[in-house]
């Protein structure tokens, strides 16, 4: 028996249809955190705190308590009357990213500036990420301006 000149079109629009329906785990991953608020940074970034290149030990620390900071929800931008605490620059390719933290005992206040003048304000649980801008900044105070 023949196969039918239109099976082969279907098998094909029906692989397609479910490579849309359910696409793979990296494009899902990829595709949603093209629309994070709180970036996720790996070791091929570059990290500034307060000015200072950041290296090392000191840099693997401060992506490990980046990356274990837990978004709570976004706030409306950044009102006149508050410090800012420490500024963390971030390159990752051609795109550069300034945050502006604001530290609190529970919480961090974060403002971030992307380099094509979006703004965002979120806040974050990060007990972790508090400790470590800390230390990095008391390392060396004169030379990160922290």
């Known amino acids: ?4 000149m239109w099976f082969v079109p279907v098998l094909i629009m029906l ?13 899902v991953n990829w595709f949603t955190s093209r629309f994070a608020a709180h970036i996720r940074l790996s070791s091929r970034d570059i990290i500034y705190l307060g000015g200072s290149k950041l290296d090392g030990q000191d840099k693997e620390r401060f992506i490990k308590c980046w990356n274990e900071a837990e978004f709570l929800y976004e706030t409306e931008e950044r009102p006149k009357n508050v410090t800012i605490d420490h500024s963390v620059e971030i390159v990752r390719g051609r795109r550069e990213y300034r945050f502006l933290l604001h530290l609190f005992d529970t919480y961090i206040d974060v403002f971030r500036n992307t380099s094509n003048r979006k703004k965002l304000a979120y806040r974050v649980v990060a007990p972790k990420l508090s400790d470590c801008i800390m230390d990095l900044c008391a390392q060396d105070v004169a030379a990160t301006g922290c």
């Open 1 to 4: 028996m023949p196969m039918p």
């Open 15 to 27: 692989a397609i249809l479910s490579f849309l329906i359910t696409p793979p785990t990296f494009a």
